[in-house]
């Protein structure tokens, strides 16, 4: 399936699927497909396929409520992929052949050549690897899109791959359409459907102290000369955090910045917009109504400055390492040695997916993980003596910010990162069981690189699935 | 400092420094250094300097067991780092300035530029960057290495980095020789002193049937064109496990193979003496003394089939990617969902270091983790409920591989791996253990995508602490 947040998902198929699906059932029959897509998509596809439990296997991504209630019920199984490895991996052949391809279009040309949707995600994989498509061609899709894609097809699988001849985040290395041979085209659909991304509401209170921490340690970096004065490319993740870094972008003093990331929320517009940013690369395009009208308002000055590329590229390791990206994420929780969990609440239950964060923060030239404090009313603290599951490495972790400030961890030791941590990223009403953690720690761990208690190291979260808060 | 593995590394300098720190303390007074290197090095360098108390933060890898007990018992500060990320985030610059650089070399031309000793390691960085340079001109060493070496002068800060035109793992793209600036050196001490790698002694039962498990593996990845008949570029740690993997490939028949490493061992020399290895991509020579000789008794048939290169290009994702290396790495312990712990032995004491197998196992076409099923006779298992550390997530760790068998976790969810991993590798006297705790997992986890009993989950390496086995 076509999708990459809930852009450019088919929105017909997928929901004729669940009532046959449903009907299906009714009559007593086992009906249930795998589905593969970019990544999220929106509710005429996960959310309506897994109310009528249609889904067996998905990957690499889902947001979607329903299918996430289903996942952690054990109803669903579910691969949470690294983004950028999900194109590769498919071509590898590991994970079994793909059926049929359902693409959402902006239109097909005479050629048979496709002018891709909103997003792009893995849609070139899906084509080129599906035995039979089905195309749904959008017509609520603004045809000005068109030009606005970049598919390159120069990858293959070793030991035939070369260098990916991309040098800038705004370079264009390949063709603004999706090849598509005709013959496996079984059915085109027309539908005329909006995307359902959300208007995220304003910043609030907790995440405008995120972004005004995150802000000033960029300006510190410029001027201590370790950032060029307009940044490097700019990665954000998607949500109210980095929405609220983004707009606080929109008022510093930096010279027109560049972003090479995996989607475009509406702040990054915005800074599109006003010309802070001369040029965003990404894999989606994840606007709200508001901000999907401005891009359509404001197409002609903005078509050229957004490129939407393969998610194997928008993601890619060789480029994000060369482009030196700054790599900004959300978090579930870290521990105080700079674990990151992004994914799995309280070890077990999974939010989300790791998504494209790992592709990320390791190739980044400073990765940066954000979220508030505390959670559920400060019952939760995102600072945990030990993290409940492991997606980033402390290696891959170089900046926590909460709330609550900043901790610049680069070029430290496990033991003075909890130090900092503790101080300058933990809620108040934490720290001093943190601290108290950390003292004993340092005397009583099997070790003292990473001093550990390895009996109370899960406990809070254990504390909080008993009682509801991780307060003792 | 040069130096990677107990190669090329300065044998007199770190001596006669260690004495003059102990004389200091003999006086009462303060004297330590901050050691940076390739990776590992040799007793005469962090052995006596540990020793000597002279390191007050070492990075980005140790493996010595003086500097290992001052590690764990909180007396050095240890930054444990990707290999490959050592001399860009260098260059960055958060890491503070380098004063002195000493490396050992084989030779001095005639225009000040050095001949690289058995390691490259980060020494183009390190003299580059230091504001002084002292020179070991080790006459132990072979001059016939002269032309070995590939030193790559190409890299640069963003926004300035370009593609690594390197599609092939012998292909050169470099230099021979480091470049000097004559007014850097302050001094040019001549030494005569030997590597210090060790002989591995010949493969034990259980190594043998790591090799067995595994090699069969990639026969059948063969036999079923998920690999090129010469399979692709090899990466392997070091280890008595690696070096019987190694082994059976010598009576393996594949056609001429190729590796792209970060250390030619013992077993990997032989392969190329064989004509089973075309040729071989490395950081180091880490080659045992009888090895050693075998490579200067073959030099004029091995010289050109062996490039030694800087770590940040041995071990760069970008190249590791393009390559597709099947990445071949030893842990301390595994859990039943795939997540591995090289690092902490029972989460908090450092055995060495992360290494290089972040920065292969992300990127590799196929990412193989082995050790034996159990350690301490029988007392540890090596699969474990949930790692006490986590060196390389799920998503990173796509096979396992343990004496009792091979587990293919690839395409698999989290509850997927799990039944495989217990069924596959884990050590008959842990695996009923291990089923208890996934199905009871299973009814009574927070969540079901990754099933998760909190207050049991590090529980085997507290039974481990507390009375010196994981059995109950």
Not at 8 to 22: H, S
Not at 82 to 108: C, K, R, Y
Not at 180 to 195: L, M, N, Q, R, S
Not at 290 to 311: G, K, S, V
Request: glycine share 8%; hydrophobic share 40%.
């Amino acid at each position: 399936m076509s999708g990459f947040t809930a852009a450019g998902y088919p929105k017909a198929v997928p929901l004729a699927m669940a009532r046959r699906i449903e009907d299906a059932h009714g009559r007593g029959e086992k009906f249930a497909v795998q589905i593969w897509s970019g990544a999220s998509t929106g509710p005429e596809l996960d959310g309506a396929l897994a109310k009528a439990d249609g889904i067996e296997f998905r990957m690499p991504y889902n947001s979607d409520p329903t299918a996430r209630d289903k996942i952690n019920s054990g109803k669903i199984e579910y691969l949470d992929m690294h983004l950028s490895q999900v194109a590769p991996m498919v071509w590898e052949g590991f994970l079994g052949t793909e059926d049929i391809a359902v693409i959402e279009v902006t239109g097909i040309r005479a050629d048979g050549s496709l002018i891709p949707s909103t997003s792009v995600g893995n849609n070139k994989t899906w084509i080129d690897r599906a035995q039979k498509v089905i195309l749904e061609v959008n017509r609520w899709q603004n045809p000005a899109l068109e030009g606005m894609h970049d598919i390159y097809y120069g990858t293959a699988l070793p030991p035939h791959r070369v260098p990916i001849p991309l040098v800038k985040p705004d370079d264009r290395i390949g063709e603004p359409w999706f090849r598509c041979d005709p013959d496996k085209v079984i059915a085109v659909v027309e539908t005329d459907a909006p995307d359902r991304n959300q208007t995220l509401p304003p910043p609030d209170t907790q995440a405008q102290a995120i972004a005004g921490h995150l802000l000033e340690f960029l300006h510190h970096e410029v001027s201590m000369g370790r950032l060029p004065s307009n940044l490097l490319p700019l990665q954000s993740g998607v949500g109210s955090v980095a929405n609220a870094v983004l707009a606080g972008l929109q008022t510093s003093s930096f010279p027109p910045m560049t972003a090479f990331t995996e989607v475009i929320q509406d702040s990054m517009l915005d800074l599109l917009l006003t010309g802070k940013l001369a040029s965003a690369s990404s894999a989606a395009l994840c606007l709200g109504p508001e901000a999907m009208q401005r891009l359509t308002d404001n197409m002609a000055e903005l078509h050229d400055r957004i490129i939407l590329r393969p998610q194997e590229i928008s993601n890619h390791p060789e480029l994000i390492r060369r482009l030196g990206c700054i790599a900004m994420n959300g978090m579930i929780e870290a521990d105080i040695y700079g674990n990151v969990n992004s994914t799995h609440v309280m070890g077990s239950r999974i939010m989300n997916g790791i998504g494209g964060s790992g592709d990320y923060a390791r190739n980044a030239y400073i990765s940066i993980f954000t979220a508030p404090s505390t959670a559920r009313n400060g019952a939760i603290s995102t600072i945990v003596p030990h993290v409940s599951h492991v997606d980033h490495i402390t290696q891959d972790v170089q900046v926590l910010v909460t709330d609550q400030g900043l901790a610049d961890m680069r070029g430290l030791s496990p033991k003075r990162r909890a130090s900092l941590v503790i101080e300058n990223c933990a809620h108040p009403d934490f720290r001093p069981l943190l601290k108290d953690y950390f003292d004993r720690a340092l005397r009583e761990s099997y070790g003292l690189q990473t001093p550990t208690l390895l009996s109370e190291a899960l406990s809070w979260h254990q504390r909080f699935i008993d009682s509801g808060s991780m307060h003792v």
